[in-house]
């Protein structure tokens, strides 16, 4: 309420109430004219709805935030004195041994003394989608690679561990992230700069125009007190006080419109950011991926084989399910795994989208298998498990011995590393026929492996094998510890890949973005590999270019010379080489490079990335969901996080969220942001092309002595009545064609108000509606009698009480009374012009740059505010009373006319002006005239 344009008004306001003042100690009651007064309080009223506007949306972001947060576990399980008890998470205090399961969530960071098949999610801190396994052997110099570290806030995925407590609350690694995201210095946005930039030029034109006046009016003999007066009444004039509502109703119309197509604005402001965005920093995992792993690729019968990873099934696969091959493949994916559905929920939901336990490497074989071969938990109950040795570290696989639906063979199924299934081979399952495993078939196996290790794809083998109802009949004891079964000779079926696969909105918003000339950095915590491959998958990379570091690979140290012949556009950055790098060798990355992937970064390197990016001069936006991203979303220019998958903590940090964590919703953002600012525009370049009328009465005034022709009481309702309803109306203006082809603005010369915008308002458009308004008023003066050139001077007689006649050209006498009723009723034809003339003007501020009769009628809000702007200057004029209130006059019909030829004269400068602009583009009209 007391910040930006908020001062300008508060400005006019208390001017208005010192004029009033001024006039209510000096002059007679019967003397005092209320205008000023009227004028202050209606200044009052704006500030406060404005502002009332604004927090009613932030408010409304704010409650909605609150529903997000997710209590951290109010009680744990430590072991104190050799007793587990339960104690809450505010009393664990360093030095606490602590027990977790799975599905607990950490509740401080920890050393792991033991554990059993124990993984936790650490997507939240690292940005890996799959759960990583912990155990207590210390292996890496990085806290956030060594394995027997688990850390405050991440969820315990499987198994169970014991652990010592080594920080809590802000001293663990979680805290100190939200810190270093809380202490982040807050930028202005770009439309609040744009805001000061319209706050600096329409304060210095209101008072270089006011001290012009006050000066000429001291120079021309009028006494003090009304030179004072009519300095205060040009500046509050030339302070468009409807632009602050406008303002405000055109970000919360905007942040209503995206919040129904889940986008959550908590920053009114920010909705034009976005707009302005020229440089997207994306973190990958659950905001460009669906963060679930997805069967990507098979490799069987020594092909290479896609499969289908979007949720809906809407792709294609490639590979053959009716080979003899996939039978044997798939019976091992549905018996050697323990994934199930979770119980209650809908038939109905696609498969892929339902949730299930395991790992997520067993949830993604057990739905790819479902998808496939309907009926798997059916399936397993036909084939009784007899042993079973679960995955682990050492031996790298997953062993199941199942009796065959006959109930007479037993069957061995495993998977697990490909390189280690392998070994424990000696056949290999070619369309439905084993066959030696020969040299050539594991040349093929190396070669598919590495293809598929490249696409940045976890890829696991799979074999099985038939025990002999001879050596293993009904009832044997097969024994998991010592293992009494045959562990060699198996036969080699196949390859899964894994990968967290793209939304599949993502490459499609890609591309938009490119042509919206928006550069997409991809900023994640996952390896490199996996990294590029993704960003290949959605056009982060261009899918056929070499990468700088593919190049180098290839080339060696003359990879340089080589890449001028074969151009490099991108680049993938290891966090471990961002460590060696200085700021400014980030940024010349950055400014060298139009992809760019940065992996394994810690949230300090976010940061800095961001900060590289912001010293290119780009706007920069940047997304996420886990708190390693928060530090990024608060110094960015545009935070955007994840509502399903976000932390608290980043859309604590953020100013947008996308509800339904699609990366593609971002476009619409853009776009709506690039409407946005072009929508402002067009309000303002209207807004103010009322100033211009408004001014020239007062000009006439005191340089010609003309009588008034047009009150403060009508310069206050042309700006908050007649003209505001259809400066709102520009608001819900449609995108012009050419919006997401555009480059981003630059902030530092594509303004708000710029030359351009103010020399359309006051010297081109304003001076024309100055004239029609005039020559209303003439007019009607010279119906009456008074010819123009009998009233150049006629100002002193004419204003002053004492002088009882003035005679008019035809030698008709006038009192003071008939001359104030015939000067209100010019007024009255002054301001009808005026709402006429902006009739056709608000019509072609539609467009900056197309006809306006390519847009047709189609804006009703528009359509409903001409008819509205019209029936209340109609009331104004004809309602009884409105002389004594407001000094409007009745008009005859044809005093309606004098503003129309000047409405036609705008409405062919203005299309002529577009129609050499799409002519020449970037000629001379293009370059002064567009704004």
């Not at 070619?430 to 040349?443: A, F, N, Q, S, Y």
Request: charged share 20%.
């Amino acid at each position: 309420m007391f910040t930006g344009f908020s001062i300008l008004l508060w400005i006019g306001t208390v001017l208005c109430f010192i004029a009033y003042g001024l006039q209510y100690l000096t002059v007679r009651p019967e003397e005092i004219v209320h205008d000023n007064l009227y004028l202050g309080i209606a200044l009052l009223l704006v500030v406060t709805v404005s502002s009332t506007f604004a927090y009613w949306q932030e408010r409304k972001s704010s409650d909605i935030m609150n529903s997000f947060k997710k209590l951290v576990p109010a009680f744990a399980v430590v072991i104190r004195d050799g007793v587990k008890q339960s104690v809450h998470t505010t009393d664990i205090v360093k030095g606490d041994v602590i027990h977790v399961t799975m599905g607990d969530r950490m509740p401080a960071d920890i050393v792991i003394l033991e554990a059993q098949a124990f993984k936790v999610d650490n997507s939240s801190i690292t940005g890996e989608s799959e759960p990583v396994s912990r155990n207590g052997k210390f292996t890496h110099e990085n806290p956030l690679e060594t394995k027997n570290l688990a850390f405050y806030s991440t969820s315990v995925m499987q198994g169970t561990a014991i652990g010592v407590v080594i920080y809590t609350g802000d001293n663990t690694v979680m805290g100190r992230v939200a810190n270093l995201a809380s202490n982040i210095e807050q930028v202005k946005t770009p439309l609040n700069k744009e805001l000061d930039h319209v706050i600096l030029v329409s304060t210095s034109i209101a008072f270089l125009m006011g001290g012009i006046f006050f000066t000429l009016s001291l120079l021309y003999g009028f006494y003090w007190l009304d030179s004072v007066i009519f300095l205060i009444g040009l500046i509050v004039a030339y302070v468009p006080e409807g632009l602050q509502m406008t303002v405000t109703i055109c970000l919360t119309l905007t942040a209503q419109r995206m919040a129904k197509k889940n986008c959550l604005v908590k920053n009114l402001d920010a909705v034009e950011t976005l707009g302005s965005t020229s440089i997207i920093c994306t973190d990958k995992t659950g905001t460009l991926t669906q963060n679930r792993m997805t069967v990507a690729h098979v490799w069987m019968d020594g092909v290479i084989s896609s499969v289908d990873t979007t949720e809906n099934q809407t792709g294609g696969s490639s590979f053959d399910k009716t080979s003899p091959t996939w039978k044997r493949l798939s019976r091992v994916t549905r018996l050697c795994n323990r994934a199930v559905f979770q119980p209650n929920q809908s038939e109905d939901l696609p498969i892929l989208k339902r949730e299930a336990t395991g790992d997520a490497s067993e949830s993604a074989i057990f739905k790819f298998t479902e998808l496939h071969e309907p009926g798997v938990v059916k399936y397993r109950e036909t084939h009784n498990k007899r042993v079973e040795i679960p995955f682990n570290s050492t031996n790298k696989y997953q062993i199941s011995i199942h009796e065959q639906d006959d109930g007479r063979d037993h069957i061995l199924q495993m998977k697990g590393a490909p390189e280690r299934i392998l070994n424990l081979c000696s056949m290999i399952l070619i369309k439905g026929e084993e066959v030696p495993l020969t040299d050539e078939w594991k040349e093929k196996f190396e070669s598919a492996y590495r293809d598929l290790g490249e696409m940045g794809e976890r890829v696991l083998g799979f074999c099985d094998l038939i025990l002999p109802e001879a050596e293993f009949p009904q009832g044997y004891p097969f024994d998991s510890e010592n293992q009494n079964f045959p562990l060699n000779n198996l036969c080699f079926l196949g390859l899964l890949a894994l990968i967290d696969p793209p939304r599949a909105a993502v490459p499609d918003a890609v591309e938009k973005c490119r042509r919206a000339g928006i550069k997409i950095i991809m900023v994640t915590g996952d390896h490199p590999i996996t990294a590029k491959a993704i960003a290949r998958k959605v056009g982060i990379i261009s899918p056929d270019g070499m990468t700088a570091n593919e190049m180098q690979e290839k080339f060696g140290d003359n990879w340089r010379r080589k890449s001028k012949h074969n151009k490099v556009s991108a680049i993938v950055l290891h966090g471990e080489e961002i460590k060696q790098m200085s700021s400014e060798d980030l940024t010349k990355v950055v400014q060298s490079y139009p992809e760019i992937v940065f992996a394994r970064t810690s949230p300090q390197q976010k940061l800095l990335i961001v900060e590289a990016c912001q010293a290119t001069g780009a706007i920069v936006a940047v997304t996420g969901d886990g708190v390693n991203d928060s530090p990024a979303l608060s110094k960015a220019d545009i935070g955007i996080a994840m509502g399903i998958s976000g932390s608290e903590v980043s859309k604590q940090a953020a100013d947008m969220i996308l509800m339904d964590d699609n990366f593609a919703s971002i476009v619409t953002g853009v776009e709506e942001g690039r409407v946005i600012f072009d929508n402002l525009k067009k309000a303002i370049v209207y807004t103010l092309t009322s100033k211009g009328p408004e001014t020239l009465p007062f000009l006439a005034f005191i340089l010609l002595d003309l009588p008034l022709s047009l009150g403060t009481a009508m310069i206050l309702l042309i700006d908050f009545s007649t003209d505001l309803m259809p400066a709102i109306s520009l608001v819900h203006e449609v995108a012009e064609a050419d919006i997401m082809t555009r480059r981003p603005r630059n902030a530092a010369t594509d303004h708000l108000v710029n030359p351009a915008l103010l020399q359309k308002a006051y010297f081109q458009i304003g001076i024309i509606e100055g004239m029609g308004g005039m020559f209303a008023f003439l007019v009607v003066l010279g119906e009456s009698g008074f010819w123009p050139m009998s009233l150049i001077g006629i100002r002193p007689e004419w204003d002053n009480p004492s002088v009882d006649v003035v005679v008019d050209s035809y030698g008709q006498e006038w009192n003071y009374r008939q001359r104030k009723n015939l000067e209100q009723t010019g007024q009255s034809a002054y301001f009808l012009a005026i709402v006429f003339i902006q009739w056709i003007n608000v019509l072609t501020c539609r467009s900056r740059r197309y006809s306006i009769f390519n847009y047709g009628m189609r804006n009703s809000v528009m359509n409903f505010a001409l008819i509205f702007e019209f029936c209340f200057a109609m009331a104004l004029i004809y309602t009884p009373g409105m002389e004594v209130a407001l000094r409007f006059r009745p008009l005859q019909p044809l005093w309606f006319l004098p503003g129309l030829p000047f409405g036609l004269l705008v409405l062919f400068y203005d299309e002529m002006r577009k129609l050499i602009m799409r002519l020449d583009p970037g000629g001379f009209i293009d370059r002064e005239t567009y704004y």
